[in-house]
C-alpha cells in the first residue's frame, strides 16, 4: 500500500495504461474486447474484495453474493422496463450494499476462520434464494435479457450490444470505482482500516468501534461488489445464479492472492493473469484450474505478497 | 471539582470460573495525584485494569470514572470519555509507521475518522499534533519508521505517544517499564513525573520495579491474592509489616 502517485513516472505509466484501455476496442478482435470487458469487471470485484482482505484484515467468502444481487436488481429492473441506465446500475448497487450491511451486521463479531464461514454460509444462502425462488429469479435458468437500455448521453445514445461500446462503458464505470477506492484507501477511514487488521485491540483502546469500522467496509466492498456485478449482468445480458455460487466468491480470493493484496492494484494484476491463464491453457487443455492450481501453489509459498507484490517490492529498492 | 475522584471502585469483584481473581475491591484516586498498583505475580493487577478499562465487563461492583458510571461499558466509550491504557505487552501498530500511530488516536478524537474521500494528507493540523506529541515524548526521529522496527524501549514509547495523543484525563499503565534497561527505565519515569505536572494526567500505574514506584508514586495500593492489602504514602506501605509479609515473607521492601 505505498504511494505511487507523487513519482512522474508512475503517473505517466498509468496515462499510457489508460490510453491502452481505451484504445483496445478498436485495434482488438472483438473475441479479446469481450474478453477485457470480463477482466475489467472482475478486477473491479477482486479489488472490491480486497478493501476487506487487504485492508481490513478480513477473509470474506461470500463477496459473490453481493455481486449476485447487484446483477438480479439490474436485470429485474431491465425486465420491469425501467429505461435510465444510471438509475439501474445505482439500484443495483446500492441494494448490494444494504444486503452487505445486513449481513455484515451479524458476521463483524467474528473473525478469522469464524468470519470467513459465516460470510461463507450467508453467500450460499443468497445462492439458494436466487436458485430457487424460480417466481422471482427465474430458477436455475437464470433472468436473460433480450434488451438493454441504450446509453444515454447528451445529444446522442449509444446501443450497449455494441461490443465496443460495451466495453468502454465497462471501462468508465471500472475506473470510477477505482478511483473510488483509491481516494478511500488514502483518507482518513483508509488508516483506520488499515489499524483495525494491524490491531484491533489497540484500536478499540483508542476510541474506535471496531464492528462498526468493519460494518463500514463490509458495506462499501459489498456495494462495490454489486456494482461489478450490475455490469456483469449487462455484459452477459442475463443474470444467473451461478453469479452466487460460492465457488464464484473463490475468483476474487485467487485473483486477489494472484497479484497479492498489499498493493492497490494487486487484485486487478492477478484478475489479468487468472484470465490470460485460462486463455492460454484452454486452448491447449480443458482442465485449465489445475495449471491455475500449479501456479498458485508456488506463488503462495515462495511470493506470498503475489506477483504484482513481489515485483513492486523489487522496483522500490 | 477536586472533590470528585477521577476513579471510584467500588467492590469490583472477578473470577474465571470459580477462581476468585480479584475480590471485592474498593478505592478512589483524586485528580492528579500519580498513583500506583502492587502486588505479586498473580495478585489480579492485570485483570483489575482489563475490567476497569472495558476488555471485559467485572462480575460484581462498580467502576465509576470522573463521576460517571463506566461499569462494563465497551473500552472505546470509556476511551473517549479520557481513560487510556498501555498494555503488560507492547501494544501498537506494527506495520504502521510511528506518525501514523499517532494519527489513528488523533483522527478518533477530532471525530474525523469517519471521513472517506478526503486525503489524509490534507489533515495539516493532524500532522502537526501528531509530530508535536512525538516530539514530547522524544521520538520525532522515528515517525517515518514503521513502529514494529523500532528498538523495544523505543515502541514502549510509541504507546505511550498512542495514549497520550487523545489528550487523556486518567492513563493506567500496566507495567510501563517491563523489560527495558535501566537506562530506559529512567527516561521513562521522568517522562511519567513530567507529563504528571505539564498536562496535569493522572497516572495510574502497575509496577514490578518497586524503586520505580517508590520515586514516582504519591499514593500505593497494595494487591494481594485479589484483595486490597493495603492503602497509604510510599513511606506508609514500606513500613506496613503486611505488606512485607506478602511481599518478601517479611523481609524488607528494598529500594
Known amino acids: 500500500m505505498k504511494n505511487h502517485s507523487g513519482r512522474p513516472k508512475t503517473v505517466i505509466f498509468f496515462i499510457f495504461l489508460i490510453g491502452f484501455l481505451i484504445g483496445c476496442p478498436f485495434f482488438l478482435p472483438t473475441y479479446w474486447t469481450f474478453i477485457f470487458g470480463e477482466i475489467l469487471i472482475m478486477a473491479l470485484f477482486a479489488m472490491s474484495f480486497n478493501l476487506l482482505l487487504g485492508y481490513s484484515g478480513l477473509l470474506s467468502f461470500g463477496q459473490a453474493g453481493f455481486f449476485g444481487v447487484g446483477a438480479y436488481v439490474v436485470a429485474l429492473l431491465i425486465l420491469k422496463g425501467w429505461q435510465s441506465l444510471t438509475l439501474i446500475m445505482l439500484a443495483g448497487t446500492i441494494s448490494a450494499a444494504l444486503a452487505a450491511a445486513v449481513i455484515g451486521y451479524l458476521c463483524v463479531r467474528r473473525d478469522e476462520i469464524y468470519f470467513a464461514m459465516i460470510t461463507l454460509g450467508f453467500g450460499m444462502m443468497l445462492f439458494t434464494i436466487a436458485h430457487n425462488w424460480i417466481e422471482l429469479t427465474g430458477g436455475s435458468d437464470g433472468l436473460p435479457l433480450a434488451v438493454i437500455p441504450a446509453l444515454k448521453l447528451p445529444g446522442f ?27 478511500l484507501v488514502r483518507s482518513p477511514f483508509g488508516l483506520i482500516l488499515t489499524a483495525a487488521r494491524e490491531n484491533k485491540e489497540r484500536l478499540a483502546f483508542v476510541g474506535a468501534d471496531v464492528r462498526l469500522v468493519r460494518l463500514t467496509a463490509f458495506t462499501i466492498a459489498g456495494g462495490l461488489a454489486g456494482l461489478s456485478g450490475a455490469l456483469f449482468c449487462l455484459f452477459n445480458s442475463m443474470a444467473t445464479p451461478g453469479f452466487m455460487h460460492w465457488s464464484y466468491s473463490a475468483r476474487p480470493i485467487l485473483m486477489t492472492i494472484l497479484g497479492g493484496s498489499g498493493v492497490f492494484l494487486g487484485p486487478a494484476f492477478g484478475a489479468v493473469v487468472f484470465f490470460l491463464l485460462e486463455q492460454v491453457i484452454t486452448n491447449v487443455t480443458d482442465n485449465w484450474m489445475i495449471f491455475l492450481g500449479a501456479i498458485l501453489i508456488p506463488v503462495v509459498i515462495f511470493f506470498p505478497q503475489g506477483i504484482l507484490g513481489t515485483l513492486v517490492k523489487h522496483f522500490d529498492r | 471539582m477536586t472533590d470528585v475522584p477521577i476513579l471510584k471502585i467500588e467492590h469490583l469483584g472477578h473470577s474465571y470460573g470459580k477462581f476468585q481473581v480479584i475480590d471485592d475491591i474498593s478505592l478512589a484516586i483524586p485528580p492528579g495525584e500519580l498513583t500506583a498498583l502492587i502486588g505479586p505475580n498473580g495478585a489480579g493487577k492485570t485483570t483489575f485494569y482489563n475490567v476497569v478499562s472495558g476488555r471485559f465487563p467485572p462480575r460484581r461492583g462498580k467502576v465509576f470514572f470522573a463521576g460517571r458510571e463506566i461499569t462494563g461499558k465497551p ?50 493540523d493532524l500532522y502537526r499534533k501528531a509530530d508535536d506529541v512525538l516530539s514530547k515524548i522524544g521520538i520525532l526521529d522515528a515517525a517515518d519508521q514503521p513502529a514494529g522496527e523500532l528498538a523495544y524501549g523505543d515502541k514502549r514509547l510509541v504507546e505511550m505517544a498512542i495514549v497520550l495523543a487523545r489528550r487523556p484525563k486518567l492513563v493506567l499503565l500496566d507495567e510501563p517499564t517491563a523489560g527495558m534497561n535501566p537506562e530506559e527505565t529512567e527516561r521513562m519515569i521522568r517522562l511519567i513525573k513530567e507529563l504528571a505536572e505539564r498536562f496535569g494526567t493522572t497516572f495510574f500505574l502497575t509496577e514490578h520495579d518497586m524503586k520505580v514506584v517508590f520515586s514516582i508514586a504519591k499514593r500505593i495500593f497494595v494487591l494481594y491474592q485479589g484483595g486490597l492489602l493495603a492503602t497509604g504514602t510510599p513511606e506508609e506501605i514500606r513500613a506496613n509489616p503486611q505488606v512485607r509479609e506478602a511481599y518478601l515473607g517479611g523481609g524488607t521492601i528494598q529500594c
Open chain 2, 75 to 124: 473500552a472505546h466509550k470509556i476511551v473517549s470519555l479520557g481513560l487510556l491504557r498501555s498494555f503488560q505487552i507492547t501494544n501498537i501498530f506494527p506495520e504502521l509507521s510511528v506518525r501514523e500511530n499517532v494519527l489513528i488516536p488523533l483522527l478518533l478524537q477530532q471525530r474525523r475518522g469517519y471521513t472517506f474521500l478526503r486525503p489524509l494528507k490534507k489533515e495539516k
Open chain 1, 157 to 183: 445514445e449509444l446501443s450497449l450490444f455494441d461490443p465496443r461500446i460495451m466495453y468502454l462503458f465497462i471501462l468508465f464505470v471500472v475506473l470510477a470505482g477505482i478511483f473510488f477506492l483509491w481516494r
